[in-house]
């Protein structure tokens, strides 16, 4: 049989006319599926079935019409009729008009789909989102076209004004900013972007900005397959209202395609016109940008920027909403007092919330100014409103995490906020950074460590990292205090003005018994940042570690007496208790911790803060100054209590370094120092921790008596050998870098 007859009797035996309409049915039934078995709760290998039901029975379907022919008798091997006897013409109509029916079931089909599922909601569960490929964006940088550099600021604010829009919607998954804006001028694969952000869809485009006019383009791109599913040019007089309004129709456009409901809420969110003075919304996005990069010089012309825009339109409340941010971070990354920062924030922070009561950015900025002032509750209050109206800004989630961590002492919730922070925003060098920190407090030591040298390999000059790294590498894991200061040196090097580099850098140099150095970055704190906190905090232990309270005396003192204490810096009244008793001044000792919380001296609440209760310790020794030895026994008794009894701060007591501490200072205490041998055992060289206890516990009188005792002793001296490694190991680095001062020699032992 050559090819044409066999053509032919394809043709004859419906082979292609059954291949149509198995070809049009099967995928109608796939399609059917795909759409509705999530609806009903499915499992998705019940589609993955159909799906290889359906590609194996085609070639079947064809082998049987080729081999099979049907007969007024019934079903027959074709060779076995007579070609005079073949009703295949008559079956082949009747297969047209199958063919005719299928097709027209899969067009009513895509109409219903179309139109009837773009009105439904696709997500029941806000909590699932993030895996719903089919709701899920990123927004690339918009393209400037303009030829003029300084229009840069314009396209990127569009883009990130199209980013915020499209977030305020509760049914969407929307890149961070930090993360769609880390491909700005690459040509990189669609199919990589959306693989690194977790998206199914690519927004992008261009702005071309050119006198009194603009033209924008966007197009929406199917990430799997590259297909183009809308692209629009908008071609206008460049007015704010202009620009609102492409804004909301291509928010309302994408949103149709990716067929997500929108709520009233959102529905209001879209049609908001924030200002109508094209001068004003041009600065405010000039200053977006800037504050972006935590660049304080930056920061002081976003400040600048936004007070310009408000003098043009004074109900702009994003502006206001965002200058009180940008001065939150001006105190931050710039050592503004913490007085003159509420003093900022304040006016901006009611203004942005007499303008819109419902502005996510205006929580965000409440949420932050409650935390300035110590209002811990309020704080988080305002940041869990704020990330109700936006789920998508990754910023509020950091300092949510942050306020758990550090003030609420609920480290599981920080936790969270940090996984959630990486979730939406997962190439933000912050997000790595937090998400490294998640893996440490899981002790996850290796992961952690990972996530910080993907920060390093990608974001080099990003400080935090190396504060993370320092962090780590001191944690017990590892006990490596000459890897932490070196680390922060290395952040030291990238920006000398971060204050928090020059405390970590005293702290380490003073554990390993390197006191010039300490002394050294000391002194750069006295005199560039006197009134910073990490002085002020790193005064403190400086006076207990060297026995020198002259940075209490020129430092503290004159910070106590021109301002309040901030509350809950209990730090500050131990330093003064501490300072009292050097001072042989029991009184005033006295005093100063009577400043402490109350139920401290309360025998039968032990719900009390670990910092409060080292803070015992000069007070101890105090009662024992004056005589009063039951008041003595009783905060020692506390003490021993407090690990026992405080079971939210010790959820898993056995693998706490703090809880183990505690136990082996309580046994010091009371001079048991065979029960204190496994736990010392256990803490310094199953652990390696190597923190700043040694530098205490080698002042404190039991300690010494325990170093008598022979195996009490090899532990220790074991601990102490390691830290003398450790400091060699940093005085050479030191002298690699040139960073080792000559009379150093002398002083280092």
Not at 235 to 247: C, G, M, P
Request: charge should be negative; hydrophobic fraction near 40%; charged fraction near 25%.
């Amino acid at each position: 049989m050559d090819f044409r007859n066999l053509i032919a009797e394809l043709k004859r035996r419906n082979v292609f006319r059954v291949a149509t309409a198995y070809a049009i049915a099967g995928w109608l039934i796939i399609q059917i599926c795909a759409t509705t078995f999530p609806f009903l709760n499915l499992p998705e290998w019940i589609i993955t079935a159909v799906i290889i039901f359906v590609l194996i029975g085609f070639p079947l379907s064809i082998i049987f019409a080729w081999a099979f022919e049907l007969t007024p008798e019934g079903l027959k091997k074709s060779q076995e009729v007579d070609i005079t006897e073949s009703v295949t013409n008559r079956t082949g109509k009747k297969l047209n008009g199958i063919i005719i029916t299928v097709l027209s079931m899969a067009v009513v089909f895509l109409l219903v789909e179309r139109v009837f599922f773009a009105e439904a909601s696709f997500i029941e569960n806000q909590s699932e989102l993030a895996d719903f490929q089919t709701a899920s964006i990123a927004v690339l940088p918009f393209v400037n076209m303009s030829g003029d550099k300084n229009n840069e600021y314009f396209s990127d604010g569009l883009s990130e004004e199209l980013l915020n829009a499209l977030a305020k919607v509760k049914e969407m998954k929307v890149a961070g900013r930090t993360s769609s804006f880390k491909f700005k001028g690459k040509n990189e694969d669609l199919k990589i972007v959306g693989e690194q952000l977790g998206v199914g869809h690519i927004l992008e485009g261009s702005v071309r900005k050119a006198g009194g006019r603009v033209r924008i383009t966007a197009q929406l791109i199917k990430v799997d397959d590259g297909f183009h599913m809308w692209s629009e040019t908008f071609d206008r007089e460049l007015t704010a209202t202009n620009i609102f309004e492409i804004q909301e129709e291509i928010s309302r456009t994408v949103l149709s395609e990716l067929k997500v409901h929108l709520l009233p809420e959102d529905e209001s969110d879209l049609e908001n016109i924030p200002t109508s003075d094209i001068e004003g919304y041009s600065m405010y996005l000039k200053a977006n940008q800037l504050v972006v990069n935590r660049d304080i010089d930056e920061i002081n012309v976003a400040i600048d920027l936004y007070k310009q825009a408000l003098s043009i339109d004074p109900f702009f409340a994003e502006a206001h909403a965002r200058l009180a941010i940008a001065y939150n971070l001006q105190g931050y990354y710039g050592n503004v007092p913490r007085e003159q920062q509420i003093e900022n924030m304040t006016p901006h922070v009611d203004q942005a919330f007499s303008i819109d009561e419902n502005l996510a950015e205006a929580y965000a900025a409440l949420g932050l100014l409650h935390d300035m002032k110590t209002d811990f509750e309020e704080s988080e209050k305002a940041f869990l409103k704020s990330l109700e109206l936006n789920p998508n800004l990754s910023d509020v989630y950091n300092w949510l995490g942050n306020l758990y961590m550090d003030e609420l002492n609920d480290f599981q919730k920080g936790n969270d906020q940090y996984k959630k922070m990486y979730k939406v925003d997962p190439l933000s060098p912050l997000s790595i950074y937090n998400r490294a920190q998640a893996s440490q407090f899981e002790d996850k030591y290796e992961e952690a460590l990972s996530f910080h040298e993907m920060n390093k390999k990608h974001n080099p000059e990003f400080v935090p990292t190396y504060l993370g790294l320092a962090f780590l590498k001191s944690d017990p894991h590892y006990g490596r205090l000459d890897e932490a200061f070196m680390a922060v040196h290395k952040a030291y090097q990238l920006d000398n003005n971060f204050t928090r580099s020059l405390n970590i850098m005293a702290t380490r140099a003073l554990e390993l018994d390197l006191e010039p150095v300490a002394r050294h970055y000391m002194e750069i704190l006295k005199r560039n940042y006197p009134e910073s906190l990490d002085y002020l905090n790193r005064a403190g232990l400086f006076a207990s570690y060297t026995f020198d309270y002259s940075y209490v005396e020129d430092a503290l003192l004159p910070y106590i007496e021109d301002s309040d204490l901030i509350p809950g810096s209990s730090g500050f009244y131990w330093t003064m208790t501490d300072y009292a008793i050097y001072k042989d001044d029991p009184e005033l000792a006295l005093e100063w911790f009577s400043k402490f919380d109350s139920t401290l001296l309360n025998p039968k609440d032990l719900t009390l803060s670990m910092q409060n209760l080292w803070h015992t310790l000069p007070l101890r020794e105090l009662y024992k100054f004056t005589d009063e030895k039951e008041k003595a026994d009783l905060l020692l008794d506390k003490f021993c209590a407090f690990s026992t009894a405080n079971v939210d701060l010790y959820p898993q007591k056995e693998e706490d370094n703090w809880y183990l501490f505690d136990q082996a200072t309580c046994l010091l205490e009371r001079e048991q120092i065979d029960a204190v041998i496994p736990i010392i055992t256990k803490l310094y060289l199953e652990r390696n921790n190597r923190g700043n206890e040694y530098r205490a516990l080698k002042k404190d009188k039991k300690f010494q008596q325990a170093m008598k005792h022979p195996e009490f002793k090899k532990i220790m001296d074991i601990v102490f050998a390691d830290l003398r490694d450790q400091k060699e190991n940093l005085i050479a680095y030191l002298k690699a870098e040139g960073d080792w001062k000559e009379e150093w020699d002398e002083e280092k032992n």
